[in-house]
């Protein structure tokens, strides 16, 4: 069905077309899926079974409004947020741009949200059917970033399976300053000394920037390392690599997405992976809309993947079609699970 409209949503304003699409998923409205349960790809993650790797990344659900709604698509896991402490506007409108010859969008939408309070009370008040995670991140007005972050992970630590410390939006300015030795150093330190507080041992997840120089990997590694950090998400969306875009939308400012930065976070996974081989977990995201680009993702060294932009382009249905896409690639590469084709190509 998804086929037939797409050439009509894509006449909305893209914003416009995603807050139709939540209030679709808000009245249930769930396209009637085939949803493929498969051994082969199963996998445990965070002392949790769930019967698939592929996620939705933080950015779709902002306000955890339809997260049961997307487990009934097919995802393994749900991502929603982000959250920052108090409710803001974001970035002025408009702020999302389709580059649809490059499968890929632009955002700047600046963590646009209704608020930890609010987005605590919905949560409390659905128990997610799945594992669910809640990316967080700081107000653009805060005067301590720091204690932003401690907010938030306080507020939700009992509602989450993990919690993403998100470091690396291009659109809250200087936000990717924590990707700086003695500035992550600190966040993670503060984090660990919360964690402790609060007695828990909830998993954290780091989501950080593809446009990292390659030096700093090894640094960022040996730091979630000394941090027991349980996972990092690889990666955020891209300010640059728009040499090769063909849509004059390439030109606007703001985080690109989608196919465009497939290469680049596959790259940034590889040489990741190498360095924290089995002591950290890594979600995949970047251009991931079939199963071949999931598996790329998984043989470069991620335990799980994240999709968003590829379900603007492919529609609703989009983890169902790459789970039996999986579970095809596995069949014919003689893997009898997916989590032994993690790393294999590195």
């Known amino acids: 069905m998804f086929s037939k409209i797409r050439s009509l949503i894509f006449k909305l304003?893209?914003?416009?077309?995603?807050?139709?699409?939540?209030?679709?998923?808000?009245?249930?409205?769930?396209?009637s899926n085939n949803i493929k349960i498969?051994?082969?790809?199963?996998?445990?993650?965070?002392?949790?079974?769930?019967?698939?790797?592929?996620g939705l990344a933080a950015g779709f659900d902002k306000d955890a409004e339809v997260y049961n709604?997307?487990?009934?698509?097919?995802?393994?896991?749900?991502?929603?947020?982000?959250?920052?402490?108090?409710?803001?506007?974001?970035?002025?409108?408009?702020?999302?741009?389709?580059?649809?010859?490059?499968?890929?969008?632009?955002?700047?939408?600046?963590?646009?949200?209704?608020?930890s309070d609010k987005v605590y009370a919905r949560i409390s008040s659905n128990q997610p059917k799945g594992l669910f995670g809640?990316?967080?991140?700081?107000n653009n007005n805060s005067k301590n970033r720091l204690d932003d972050y401690s907010m938030c992970l306080r507020k939700f630590y009992?509602?989450?399976?993990?919690?993403?410390?998100?470091?690396?939006?291009?659109n809250t300015?200087?936000?990717?300053?924590?990707?700086?030795?003695?500035?992550?150093?600190?966040?993670?330190?503060?984090?660990?000394?919360?964690?402790?507080?609060?007695?828990?041992?909830?998993?954290?997840?780091?989501?950080?920037?593809p446009d990292i120089e390659e030096k700093n990997i090894e640094k960022i590694s040996d730091l979630l390392i000394k941090y027991k950090i349980a996972a990092i998400i690889i990666s955020n969306t891209t300010d640059k690599n728009r040499e090769n875009l063909i849509n004059v939308n390439k030109l606007e400012k703001g985080g690109l997405s989608g196919k465009p930065l497939e290469k680049r976070s596959n790259l940034i996974i590889n040489k990741f992976y190498k360095h924290l081989k089995d002591t950290i977990k890594i979600i995949g995201v970047g251009g991931v809309d079939s199963g071949r680009?999931?598996?790329?993702?998984?043989?470069?060294g991620a335990t799980l993947v994240q999709l968003y932009t590829g379900m603007v382009y492919e529609g609703p249905n989009i983890a169902n079609k790459i789970n039996n896409e999986l579970v095809d690639i596995l069949k014919k590469e003689g893997i009898k699970n997916i989590s032994s084709a993690v790393g294999i190509k590195s």
């Open 158 to 170: 009992k509602v989450a399976d993990y919690i993403t410390i998100n470091i690396s939006s291009p």
């Open 38 to 54: 498969d051994s082969s790809i199963e996998i445990s993650i965070f002392g949790k079974k769930i019967s698939n790797p592929i």
């Open 293 to 300: 680009s999931a598996y790329e993702k998984i043989i470069n």
């Open 69 to 115: 709604s997307l487990f009934k698509l097919g995802f393994g896991f749900v991502e929603v947020g982000t959250v920052t402490p108090r409710s803001q506007y974001g970035n002025p409108k408009p702020r999302i741009f389709r580059l649809e010859e490059d499968k890929a969008l632009i955002n700047r939408l600046g963590f646009n949200n209704s608020g």
């Open 173 to 209: 300015e200087n936000l990717r300053n924590f990707h700086k030795e003695e500035e992550l150093d600190e966040l993670l330190k503060l984090i660990q000394d919360e964690k402790n507080i609060l007695k828990t041992k909830l998993p954290i997840a780091v989501k950080i920037s």
């Open 134 to 138: 809640i990316n967080i991140g700081p």
């Open 13 to 31: 304003n893209p914003e416009l077309a995603h807050n139709l699409a939540i209030k679709a998923l808000k009245m249930n409205y769930i396209p």
